[in-house]
């Protein structure tokens, strides 16, 4: 199926995560002008760019300050004259990752307010200045990557899952305004536990009781969470628009 990606400039965020480097990858073998996003990484952006070939940008991108995400859009335009995608991929997870054996009440007010404020402002601020472009050409796509954790909830991620499930209420709303604009669409992908280059030592640990509960028996990897973000980012998805797309196996 020809997706309609070739010449099509996207940004993928937070690129040289488990996610973010597969999604780049399957965008650029679609033909697709990618630009990764590092925050602290270059060197592993400027790796896979090189291993991506194409037509390939590194950029920094400070997740919630707003002034990086002025400086990104104004480069990327400058670098290609257009923007089509935004893949709202980065995330602050805080000082760790979601620890279940952690009291959310005892999380210092510095912390969970950064992890509320740089996941949902942080894709706000970036989604407002794309779509002023996507508006003008009548053509584009945000797709903003969530996690089961926003709808399924897990002890410890009480402050990411509100930022996620703020996006699927932005998304949701911004649906509507930017479907009366030409043809512009934004989802939630939201995947589940899922195995990438960076997690083994999560995925690892996880008990066969949780397997035991997932439809496919299994945990999804990487690629199978990049399959669909590409279709809800392309031409070919004509029709799908305001929801939330879970990539979880079933759960």
Known sequence: MDLGLTGRTVIVTGATGGLGGPIARRFAAEGADVVL???????????????????TMVARYELGDTGSARDLVDTVLAWSGRIDVLVNNGVRWGVSEPDAGSRFEDVPDDTWLR???????GALALSRLVVAHMRQ???????????????????GGEYYGAAKAALHGFSRSAAFSLGRSGDILSNVVSP????????????????ESYTDVIPLGRLLDA???????????????????GQVIAVDGGV
């Open 115 to 121: 992890v509320l404020r740089d996941n949902i402002e």
């Open 223 to 241: 690629d199978e969470i990049t399959a669909p973000i590409t279709f809800l980012a392309s031409a070919a998805n004509t029709g799908i628009t």
């Open 137 to 155: 050409r009548r053509w584009g796509r945000l797709v903003h990557v969530s996690s089961s954790i926003a709808t399924n909830g897990m002890a």
């Open 192 to 207: 589940g536990l899922t195995r990438t280059t960076t997690n083994g030592h999560i995925v690892d640990s996880v008990p």
């Open 37 to 55: 996003t590092y925050h602290r990484a270059a060197d592993i952006a400027g790796k896979l760019a090189a291993d991506l070939g194409g037509r």
